[in-house]
Structures are given as C-alpha cells and as structure tokens.
C-alpha cells in the first residue's frame, strides 16, 4: 500500500517504529507495505491512529 509509506514517510517514522507503534513484528508491517499482505481492518484502525486519521482515510483517498 504505497499510502502507507506515503504517510509513513511524511510524519518521518521508521518501519521499525510503526511496526512497535502498532504492535506487531517489524517483518509484518513491512509486508503490508508492500503489498505482500492484507491489511485488516483492525489494523488499520491502530495505524490510522497512529496518524490522527480515520481507518477509511488509509483506503479512500
């Protein structure tokens, strides 16, 4: 999801950190980054969080 690094990438965090911000393994986000897995909703809501947004805001834009 090149949203995500988009984000990512603006608020300067590493993906080691959104990784702990979120709670799951530095491999994990890094895969969904990239397209190699799903990003579920309960995900997006931890990542939107992250980024003062809204879970949809991370899929509609």
């Known amino acids: ?3 995500l690094k988009e984000l990512r990438v603006k608020n ?3 993906v080691e950190k959104m990784a ?3 709670g799951i393994s530095y491999t994990y986000y890094w895969q969904i980054e990239n397209g190699k ?3 579920y909703y309960y995900l997006a809501i ?3 969080n992250v980024f003062k947004l809204k879970p949809d805001d991370l899929f509609f834009y």
């Open 20 to 22: 702990k911000l979120v």
């Open 46 to 48: 931890k990542i939107a």
């Open 1 to 3: 999801m090149n949203r």
């Open 37 to 39: 897995r799903n990003l």
């Open 12 to 14: 300067k965090l590493t």
